[in-house]
């Protein structure tokens, strides 16, 4: 088995079909067949089968394409790993990062980064810990910052809390109520809000309970920052967001803080990567960066 059959088989796994996958890596469909029937012979079981929409994984492949994403990621880390220590400033690093991890660490770490690791391809997906779960487990994404996941992260990852966190309310500047100072006093409002689960509805109504307070309605679930920064700025709703994004420019002159009395609880936000593997210099690198300006975020409290 040759590092190249791995490659073609996930190539056609993710574009959806051979024509597809050999336009991809810059090959002959013939040879990309060739290729994987190469695979299936010493495998000795089918790893594609063609639909009427494309060609897609047998159950067989399925389960062979998840030990071979692992086993092609970790080929590469070594390379640029050994790279790396040699004195080479090239790879990739991916990374997940959520908006709080943008706007409080991410900012901070970038410049020093690409001066230690100018020629590092620098893949920033921005989510939140559910979504990226599985490639973390593959070695598809480095490392994840972000909000804490409820529950933690799967048995073969680690999580380090990097600080603890608080949301504030937000709303567009001039808006009827941006003078109350309780949350009771928003309870007629509309709210847009983000969430972390599958359960936004119930995230949000947890933190008015707390309080002995009913829930007021939620209007719009957003599934990134541009959706409620939108809707709270263009509308009367508010929202809960983590108190880091008073400092961004992303909302200066347009959104501004209702100062409730209560002290609202975010999630802590956390650095979650594989066990067993050690990142590339290059990522860990990062991680040391968005480390620092953490540090600061513990010694407010």
Not at 17 to 38: C, D, F, T, W, Y
Not at 44 to 66: D, H, K, W
Not at 113 to 137: D, S
Request: proline share 7%; glycine share 4%.
């Amino acid at each position: 088995m040759k590092l190249h059959h791995l490659r073609d088989l996930l190539a056609i796994a993710e574009k959806g079909s051979i024509n597809s996958a050999a336009k991809h890596l810059g090959m002959a469909q013939p040879a990309l067949s060739r290729s994987v029937r190469e695979l299936e012979r010493e495998i000795g079981v089918p790893l594609l089968e063609r639909q009427p929409t494309g060609t897609v994984l047998t159950p067989m492949g399925i389960l062979f394409a998840r030990r071979a994403t692992s086993a092609v990621n970790e080929l590469r880390r070594a390379r640029e790993e050994v790279q790396q220590l040699q004195g080479s400033v090239h790879g990739t690093v991916v990374a997940c990062v959520s908006s709080v991890a943008h706007i409080a660490l991410l900012s901070e770490a970038l410049s020093p980064f690409y001066h230690a690791y100018p020629n590092v391809k620098l893949r920033i997906i921005e989510g939140v810990y559910p979504v990226v779960e599985a490639k973390l487990k593959s070695g598809s994404v480095d490392f994840y910052i972000g909000a804490a996941p409820q529950g933690g992260p799967a048995p073969d990852l680690q999580m380090v809390k990097l600080f603890d966190n608080t949301r504030v309310v937000l709303c567009r500047i001039g808006h009827p109520l941006s003078k109350a100072r309780s949350l009771a006093e928003l309870i007629d409002a509309s709210w847009v809000t983000t969430s972390i689960t599958d359960h936004a509805e119930a995230e949000f109504s947890s933190v008015f309970a707390s309080f002995g307070l009913p829930a007021p309605r939620l209007s719009i679930q957003a599934e990134s920052a541009l959706t409620w920064i939108t809707a709270v700025a263009s509308t009367d709703m508010l929202t809960m967001s983590p108190v880091q994004w008073l400092d961004s420019p992303l909302i200066k002159g347009v959104i501004s803080q209702i100062k409730v009395q209560e002290l609202i609880a975010a999630p802590a936000i956390v650095l979650i990567q594989r066990n067993a593997i050690p990142p590339t210099p290059a990522a860990e690198y990062l991680c040391d960066m968005m480390r620092r300006p953490a540090s600061r975020y513990n010694l407010e409290k």
